[in-house]
């Protein structure tokens, strides 16, 4: 079979690595890729915005399966495209996509579902969205409701920082029209943990639990990132807590997803946040989580291919999915300054004695090849993972192959799942 991966993120190359190990993969294509795809598969000058020059080099090249890493291409019809063109493509459709990339729309989707998530109100005069700041007291949180980078969400402390954010988005165009409507929230307290599941219209199976890291430095302080680290399972879930996801979140929404006659088949990734009062969804995205994606796949001992395939097909059901039982912790090394100024095209060394470390694996995200090097060429530049019989043991293992590479301005946190090793499973709800 031929496969093409469309990004370029660690995420990206961990689905084109795990779909490598598939005994029916042949050749595997990552379009644009970075310098880690291009060691296992060829990449494709075409970057992920460009839908149609993706479509004619599915067909041109007789493409069996694609696999679509990134948000914006599903937000903008990619699998619509791909399906009328007779291209076999694993995502949601642009309709089913929405409960992404529409904020509104997914809580209008839990409000008719009762799926337990924070009490919300849409608006689209900032007039009105002020007012309800007001009465719901504050932290408040204010979400564009289009997509809008990672950028979107932002947590109001008071009056005067809720009309700042409101003002921007709504009257300023911060977000142009991924802003002009707003969906403000009740703050939730707990911890995040992150759910993957392939979804295939009616049935899913659950991927293992994760959590990632989103803030830039050490103790979860400093800006948002896309994530600086990940790890699997997480420490905050149990059977019990998974048992209530499955019944008040994952079959009301796939249920609701069909009264309003959408088809949902792709990655269903609910962010959640577990309360004193239980699991409440912060949100839902349709495709893998990045870096959650580089933690995970390293424990799936099934293939991934007839699994990808089950979910287009409608067979999921008839799936189960084998799982390494071991931890695995997921370091994500990025350019200074990220997520604000960082410079491009540092070169990386050590890369290969870092990946000859035991359980050690090695995903590229802002990379390139430029002669005989490999350099730096986004924020987010690799995703080391490691797997070990304890967290503990993958931390160690992971920290270790970090401190093999070096690139200037090198900057990772040094506490990604520290949690995981000293906080006590027994305090779950
Ligand atoms: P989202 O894009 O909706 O996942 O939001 C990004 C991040 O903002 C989440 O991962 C949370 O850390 C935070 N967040 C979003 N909604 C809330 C909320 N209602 N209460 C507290 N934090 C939130
Ligand atoms: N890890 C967060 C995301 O992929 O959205």
């Excluded at 060829?42 to 007789?62: K, Q, T």
């Excluded at 977000?175 to 943990?193: I, K, N, S």
């Excluded at 290969?352 to 490999?374: P, Y």
Aim: proline share 4%.
């Amino acid at each position: 079979m031929k496969i093409l991966v469309i990004g370029s993120g660690g995420r990206e190359h961990a689905l084109a690595w795990k779909l490598k190990k598939s005994p029916r993969a042949e050749r595997i294509f990552c379009a644009p890729g970075n310098a880690g795809t291009a060691e296992i598969g060829e990449n494709v000058a075409i970057p992920v915005s460009d839908l149609a020059a993706l479509a004619s080099f599915a067909r041109e090249n007789r493409i069996d399966l694609t696999v679509v890493g990134p948000d914006d291409p599903l937000a903008g019809g990619i699998v619509d495209l791909f399906v009328t063109q007779g291209l076999r493509v694993f995502g949601p459709s642009k309709t089913a996509a929405r409960i992404e990339s529409s904020k509104i729309c997914a809580k209008e989707l839990m409000r008719k579902q009762r799926i337990p998530t924070a009490q919300a109100g849409t608006f689209e005069r900032s007039d009105d969205a002020l007012r309800f700041c007001d009465q719901l007291g504050f932290p408040i949180v204010i979400k564009a409701d289009g997509l809008a980078l990672g950028k979107g969400v932002i947590i109001a402390p008071d009056l005067e920082s809720a009309r700042s954010a409101i003002d921007e988005m709504m009257n300023q165009g911060r977000f142009g029209e991924a802003g002009r409507r707003v969906v403000v929230e009740e703050f939730l307290r707990g911890t995040e943990c992150s759910l993957h599941a392939l979804v295939d219209g009616k049935n899913y199976r659950l991927l293992e639990s994760a959590r990632d890291h989103k803030r830039a430095f050490d103790g979860d302080v400093g800006p948002n990132t896309g994530g600086m680290g990940a790890f699997s399972p997480a420490n905050n879930w149990n059977n019990k807590l998974q048992s209530q996801f499955e019944e008040k979140i994952m079959r009301p929404v796939l249920h609701g997803l069909l009264a309003e006659g959408i088809t949902f088949r792709g990655l269903l990734y609910p962010g959640l946040m577990i309360t004193d009062d239980g699991v409440r969804v912060l949100e839902f995205n349709c495709r893998f989580g990045d870096p959650e994606t580089q933690a995970i796949l390293p424990r799936m001992k099934s293939d991934l291919l007839p699994l990808l395939e089950a979910t287009i097909g409608g067979k999921i059901g008839d799936y189960s999915i084998e799982w390494d039982q071991r931890p695995a912790v997921t370091v994500v090394l990025a350019s200074g300054g990220y997520p604000n100024k960082y410079e491009k095209a540092k070169i990386i060394s050590g890369l290969d004695e870092a990946a000859k470390l035991e359980s050690v694996q090695i995903f590229h995200a802002g990379t390139s090849r430029v002669r005989d090097e490999t350099v730096t060429a986004g924020g987010r530049v690799l995703a080391v993972t490691a797997l070990g019989s304890t967290v503990e043991a993958a931390r160690e293992r992971a920290y270790d192959a970090v401190s093999r590479i070096h690139f200037e301005n090198c900057h990772y946190r040094r506490d990604i799942a520290l949690t995981a090793v000293t906080d006590n499973i027994e305090k779950l709800p």
